[in-house]
């Protein structure tokens, strides 16, 4: 039995499934998944959990390169900026699109994680890094 790191059966197979630039969400619980994207809902009740707890969780366990979330949320839920801003380090590439461009990208992404979070605009795009585990020789 796995005793560490991602036990939920279907999010540890789609980090296993992400390659280098590969993207995914994690969303709040009003987000309107698109017909057709794999979604994990990893919601149990309002808040529970939130985006920065599942993004922690990635961080630990997934290479991530870049970050985008909506302009909005900048603008609506600036804490929320904050925490993701904390979680996954300030030294992260973050940009900054319109809601609705993120909601368009979002059919296009590998899945979709459906999180509890009743915050406004908390939807973050994750785009899959190489991680620091490859070998560049460098001259």
């Known amino acids: 039995?796995?005793?560490?790191?991602?036990?939920?059966?279907?999010?540890?197979?789609?980090?296993?499934?992400?390659?280098?630039?590969?993207?995914?969400?994690?969303?709040?619980?009003?987000?309107?998944?698109?017909d057709g994207v794999?979604?994990?809902?990893?919601a149990l009740t309002k808040d529970k959990p939130r985006v920065p707890e599942v993004l922690a969780v990635l961080k630990a366990n997934f290479a991530v390169e870049?970050?985008?979330?909506?302009?909005?949320?900048?603008?609506?839920?600036?804490?929320?900026?904050?925490?993701?801003?904390?979680?996954?380090?300030k030294e992260m590439p973050l940009?900054?699109?319109?809601?609705?461009?993120?909601?368009?990208?979002?059919?296009?992404?590998?899945a979709i994680l459906r999180t509890g979070d009743f915050t406004a605009y908390t939807n973050v795009l994750l785009v899959s890094g190489a991680g620091p585990g490859w070998l560049v020789e460098k001259p």
């Open 38 to 42: 794999e979604t994990v809902d990893l």
């Open 95 to 110: 940009e900054t699109v319109p809601h609705a461009a993120l909601k368009a990208r979002s059919r296009g992404v590998k």
């Open 66 to 89: 870049k970050v985008i979330v909506a302009e909005e949320t900048g603008l609506h839920s600036p804490s929320m900026l904050r925490e993701i801003r904390d979680v996954l380090g």
């Open 1 to 34: 039995m796995q005793v560490g790191g991602v036990l939920n059966r279907d999010l540890a197979r789609i980090i296993a499934r992400m390659g280098h630039q590969d993207e995914l969400i994690v969303c709040d619980a009003g987000f309107a998944i698109p």
